[in-house]
């Protein structure tokens, strides 16, 4: 399953709602993985913290920074 989370404008939430998704969908027991393709690379940074604070608990989500637009494509 592919879910995007796209808009044009920034700072309407994209990043919020991708993270939120994806620790829910981790939580119901299956594999995920975010691609951040925003330049901010706000995701990006929440994983780094996310795997610093480490918590058994936490499922695992893996997360690939991608901000080149062909390599997108």
Known sequence: M????I?????VGKSTVARNMAVYIA????????IDADETMAT????????EN??????F???????DPKAII
């Open 2 to 5: 592919i879910i995007a989370s």
């Open 27 to 34: 939580e119901q027991g299956q594999k995920v993985c975010i």
């Open 7 to 11: 808009s044009y404008k920034g700072g």
């Open 54 to 59: 480490e918590d058994k608990k936490k499922p």
């Open 61 to 67: 989500i893996q997360v690939v920074q991608m901000t």
């Open 44 to 51: 990006t940074e929440w994983f780094a913290d996310r795997q």
